[in-house]
């Protein structure tokens, strides 16, 4: 079956860095676009990045620009997401998804990890 299974979160100090890991079994993805997530209680997923496997084509949020970096490894079929300079309101559950052809909205992406919890304290 298709997975998609999110690790690396954690609890961190504002300021500190984290390196979010997704790695995908069951299926290629490499026509899909790759898409990182973010939902904080009582609000809606957010849009954080995303990345194509061809091309190198990287997209981000403003909130996270300049701080997160998205990235690939096609032989562990693997996505990370790196995030520098982490700041309380980045506190949230972050999601890995695959979508055939949306980028940034959540319901155009077609499979979507368990999620993983950033808490980022004060």
């Known amino acids: 079956q298709v997975q998609l299974v999110e690790s690396g979160g954690g609890l961190v100090q504002a300021g500190g860095s984290l390196r979010l890991s997704c790695a995908t079994s069951g299926r290629t993805f490499s026509t899909y676009v790759m898409g990182w997530f973010r939902q904080a209680p009582g609000k809606e997923r957010e849009f954080v990045s995303a990345?194509?496997?061809?091309?190198?084509?990287?997209y981000y949020a403003d909130s996270v620009k300049g701080r997160f970096t998205i990235s690939r490894d096609n032989a562990k079929n693997t996505v990370y997401l790196q995030m520098n300079s982490l700041k309380p309101e980045d506190t949230a559950v972050y999601f890995c998804?695959?979508?055939?052809?949306?980028?940034?909205?959540?319901?155009?992406?077609?499979?979507w990890g368990q999620g993983t919890q950033v808490t980022v304290s004060s």
């Open positions: 998804g695959a979508s055939k052809y949306g980028t940034t909205g959540s319901r155009d992406y077609d499979y």
């Open positions: 990345i194509r496997w061809s091309g190198g084509w990287t």
